[in-house]
C-alpha cells in the first residue's frame, strides 16, 4: 500500500453538551492541526498516489469552511457534540466528497481509503478512516 | 474507524541480558513516552470514542505503577528482558484490563481495539496493537 | 545560563478587534502549547534552576485560570486584544507573581528571567520574556 | 501485532516529469528524513522484533546508496519519477533485500511486514507498506 | 522583549566547494523548513507583534524565489557555499528588505530584531540573528 | 550572529538525594535528546559556523562516554545530582574542552559561544550556555 500525506490547521470555537465533557461543557476553542493522508494499491501513471498540490488545495478548502467560526452557530453540526473525532470524520466525507467529484483529477479515482488525523493538542490526537471509491 | 489517542511518559532504569544488546547489557535507563491510541467501529452516545479524562487517567496510573523504578527489580519482570516493545505490550494489557473492568465508563466496553506506542528517543520508537473486548 | 523548561496547553475562545485581523475578527478559538523556560546565573544548591515538580504546578494553575474559556467574556481582558503575544505577557506576569509570593520554593528568587512561548498551530507561535526579581 | 521503528534521513537533487510537477519538474532537491517500521506478531527469544543495531545499520546502508546524489542520475531510476511515494518504495525493497539476506539476524526473518514512510517537509510525507518472507 | 514566529519551507538543489565538506561536495539537494522570528520591546497598538498575514506573506514570497531551484545556477550566489547558515542569513536579509519598504506594514518599522532558523534535517539546523531599523 | 545546531541522545541510569526530586530519589533514568548550538559572529572562509561532521563526531563521542551508565556510579559526579540542567553544563564543558583541542578543526577557534539543551521528555527539558574562547 502507498499513501501520501498532507498537513493543514484551523481554529474554531465551541461548546459540549454532557456531563462526561465536564469543563468542556462551557464555551471555548482549539486549533486542529489536520493530518489527511490518501491511500492506494498501486501508483498511477506519473508515479505518484495523488497530486499533492490538488490533495493539498482540497484540504486547504475543506478547512476554510471551518476557520475562524462557532461551529455551536452551524447548521450542519445543530444537535451533535463536534468533538475532535466527529470532526475527523466530517473533513474525511468532505475530501471524499471532493474525490467522487474528481477535483483531485481522474487518477484520484483510484484511491482506495482516506485517513484524517486532528491534532488538539501536543497529547491529544484522534482520526477517522474510511474506504473511498464506489 | 475512529480513534482517539493521549500522550504522557514515564522515567525509568533497567538493562538487558543477551549479547544483542551490547552496551545495553549494562544497567541504564530510558525516559518512554507513550501514546495510547483507543479504537471503535462507530462513536458512542456522546459522539466520542472514548471518555478522554478517563483515557487520560487510566495511561497516568498505569504509568505511575512503573515511573521511577528499576526494573530489574519488579518481579513482574523477572526472567524478561523489559524492551520497549515488551513494555508497549504491558501497558497494552494493563490498559486493557482498566477498560474490561469498566473503569473508562460503560461505553468504552464497545472500544475494539489499542495500540500503545513507546518513543525512546527522537530515532527510535516500539508499539504493541491488539483487540479488545469479549 | 542554565534554563529550565515545562510544557502545558490550554484552550479557549476569543475574538479580535481590528481590521488587521481579517476573519479572525470573528469569534474562533485556539489550543496554545505553552513553555515556560526559567532562567539563572548559577545552579541552587540541589544543583537544579527550580523545583520542576513546583514549576509545572505553577504553569498548570495560572492556564487552569484561562483554560475552557471565552476570553472575550474575562473582565481582565476587557478592551484588549488577546491575542497570542499578549499571552505570553500575561502569562508570564502571573508565573513571576507566583515566583514572588514564593510559590515556587525560597531558591526560585534566585530566578533572573522567564520567557513563556505560545504555540497556536504547527506554523506559528509567539513569545515574551522579561527580567525577574528585585 | 508488535513494531519496532527507527529514523534516518538523507539529502538528494532530483526533477520530475509530467505537467503534474508544475515548478518541480525544475531541477530541485529534498532532505527525507526516513522512518522504518519493522512488524510481527509475536517477539523472538530476546524479546524483541529486530535486532535495532542492525535495523538502524541497514537502513543507514540503504540510505548511504542515495544520500548527496542527483538521482537523475542514477541508472536504477531511468524513466521513473522519484516521487517521495516510489522512494519510500524502493527504500522498502531494499531494506527487505537485506532481510531475507540474513543481514538483520536469523530472528529477522520472523518479520512479517515493513512500512518505509519518507518525511520531505514539516507538511507533506508518504509511505510504502508491504509484505516480508517467504 | 516580544516574538511572533512563522514556519514554511522550500526545496533546493545545490552542491558545496570545500574538503570540509566531503560527500556534499557532490550535486545533492535539502528541504528547508524555515522559521521567522520577529521581535520587537512593546506590543504596537492592535496588541501585536506584526501582522502576521503580511509576515507569512513576506516569507512565503522570500521562499518562492527560492523555491524549486539548482542554487548552483543562481547569480546571486556565485562563488558563494549556499551553507544552511548563509541561506538563513540571506533571507534575514531580504525579508528585512521588505520590513524597511513597509511590505509588513507601517507597524512593523517598530520590529528589533530577526531571526531566521532553517531545519535541514530531524539532528541539524542553523540560524542568524540581526538587528533591523535605522 | 550565526549558530548552527546538530542532535544527538544518550540513555543512563541515576538517582537524585533531596526532598524535592520526590520519587526521583529513586533509581530511576531517562533519555536525554541533546542540541549543541554553536555560535560565532561571522562565518568562516567555508561559509560556515563550524565542521557540521566534525561537530557531530564531538557531540557524539562526548555522549558515548555517558551512554548506556549508571551515572550514580562515576566518580565525575560524586556528591552532585546528575539534574537535567547540571549535565547540560557538563556536556558544554566537554565539548567546550575539544573546541579549545582543535578537534573541531583550526576555524572552530572563532566560535563565541555554545548552548547545549537536554530535553527529557515531551514536557520538560534544560539547557546551558556559556562562552568560549580564550
Known amino acids: 500500500m502507498f499513501t501520501v500525506s498532507v498537513r493543514d490547521h484551523f481554529m474554531i470555537a465551541h461548546s459540549f453538551e454532557g456531563q462526561v465533557f465536564g ?3 462551557k464555551l471555548h476553542g482549539a486549533t486542529y492541526v489536520v493530518d489527511a493522508e490518501f491511500r492506494r494499491a498501486e501508483l498511477d501513471p506519473d508515479n505518484i498516489v495523488v ?3 490538488r490533495a ?3 484540504l486547504r478548502a475543506v478547512l476554510a469552511a471551518l476557520n475562524f467560526r462557532n461551529l455551536d452557530d452551524d447548521p450542519a453540526f445543530r444537535g451533535r457534540n463536534t468533538t475532535t473525532e466527529f470532526l475527523a470524520f466530517v473533513i474525511y466525507e468532505r475530501i471524499a466528497a471532493k474525490i ?8 484520484a479515482r483510484g484511491l482506495t481509503s482516506l485517513r484524517v488525523t486532528l491534532h488538539e493538542s501536543h497529547v491529544a490526537w484522534a482520526a477517522y478512516e474510511g474506504q473511498l471509491g464506489p
Open 23 to 25: 469543563p468542556a461543557q
Open 51 to 53: 497530486d499533492i498540490g
Open 56 to 58: 493539498t488545495d482540497a
Open 100 to 107: 467522487a467529484a474528481g477535483e483531485l483529477g481522474p487518477h
